[in-house]
């Protein structure tokens, strides 16, 4: 008797394992089932690339992004993130070529398609600067629950807040985290890793 | 003799690259203040501004202020301070110049205070050097050389303080 119980609750209890295990699994690797294959952008927008390519928002669907907001006239934060990116790309491997890294600006006016594509040139060249129209800049920007605006200084010229952190999106179009300025190196690089893993 | 005036040279170049760790610091003086390291960055292709950082020592006993830098190279210098906030980063100007407190010292490095060098005359490039006036409000001005390090260069790179 106590013999056919254990038989029992053995079968029961891998029952259990069998069936959720799977969609534990599942449901890690797809988020809320609700959103699943979900495109990250909320709004639809079109922008064009430093090479002159039309990018919508639905190019940026199902694949890992790397977005980080900047313009070419911000001196200090941008060129440091930039830098930064294009480091841990190097050191990634063959793992960041999965990862579709872009430069937005927020400072469309003044940063064309051709200024885009002068200023990265100092950078890793798998990073792609993506500009347009400021409406379709902002509907990519606020549809991740972010935002940037203009500050005018008393000189007649201008800067741009930002968002300073890099967002990562993975290929299901969850949002994985941000890279911070302050965090550690290694942190940053194990987010990426993490990242290039979902696609 | 070849292999004398070989190792003569040899103990020669031993010499001169120990020099530097003796030497002093990347630095300049004006009354009680030391401008230690100054240093910027070199520019992107086609970017219109640059960021210039360097640490202030006072060593007198009386409060100063940069108010002013300038450099017959770069159309204008405004001192910045980069704010990080609720996800947001931003730059504004310092008002009326940068204190620096009697017998202290204020750093300005990537990521915080930074001077801004708008339309430089030509690009910043690695390893030259960029002239520049810094006007103190009591010592005064002083003539320094920024050294141009790599674009994006971290703090690390380059403090030799």
């Known amino acids: ?20 295990v799977p969609a534990t699994v599942w449901l890690h690797r797809n988020g809320n089932p ?13 922008l064009v690339s430093h090479r002159g390519e039309t990018v919508t928002d639905v190019e940026l669907s199902g694949r890992p992004l790397v977005l980080f907001f900047g313009f070419t006239h911000c001196p200090d934060v941008c060129p440091t993130a930039l830098a930064e990116i294009s480091k841990l790309l190097v050191e990634l491997g063959p793992a960041a070529d999965r990862l579709s890294v872009f430069f937005v600006s927020v400072d469309p006016e003044r940063d064309s398609s051709g200024v885009l594509a002068n200023y990265l040139s100092a950078f890793d ?8 129209n400021v409406g379709d800049v902002a509907r990519l920007i606020s549809g991740l629950g972010a935002s940037f605006r203009k500050i005018e200084n008393a000189e007649g010229s201008y800067a741009m807040e930002h968002p300073a952190g890099t967002y990562l999106l993975r290929a299901n179009g969850t949002l994985l985290g941000t890279l911070d300025p302050h965090e550690p190196e290694a942190a940053r690089r ?10 | 003799m070849k292999a004398h005036r070989l190792w003569a040279t040899l103990a020669l170049l031993g010499f001169v690259s120990s020099v530097p760790v003796m030497a002093p610091a990347h630095e300049f003086r004006v009354g009680d203040i030391r401008i230690v390291h100054p240093w910027a960055r070199a520019t992107p292709p086609g970017a219109r501004v640059g960021a210039g950082y360097l640490t202030v020592v006072n060593k007198g006993l009386i409060d100063d202020q940069l108010i002013e830098a300038s450099s017959s190279t770069i159309a204008s210098i405004e001192i910045h301070a980069t704010e ?13 110049g940068l204190p620096i407190p009697a017998d202290g010292r204020v750093s300005l490095e990537p990521g915080g205070t930074h001077l801004m060098l708008v ?5 910043l490039v690695q390893g030259e050097l960029v002239r520049s006036t810094l006007r103190f409000k009591r010592a005064g001005t002083v003539e320094v050389e920024f050294e141009v390090d790599a674009i994006g260069a971290p703090k690390s790179a380059s403090e030799h303080d």
């Open chain 1, 1 to 20: 008797m106590p013999y056919r119980r254990l038989i029992l609750t053995t079968v029961a209890v891998s029952a259990t394992v069998a069936v959720l």
């Open chain 1, 34 to 46: 609700a959103s699943a294959g979900a495109r990250p952008f909320k709004q639809r927008f079109t």
């Open chain 1, 125 to 132: 060249d798998r990073i792609t600067g993506l500009t347009g």
């Open chain 1, 190 to 199: 194990a987010k990426l890793r993490r990242l290039a893993a979902s696609g």
């Open chain 2, 84 to 96: 990080t906030g609720g996800g947001i980063s931003r730059m504004r100007a310092i008002p009326g």
């Open chain 2, 119 to 123: 339309e430089p005359t030509k690009p």
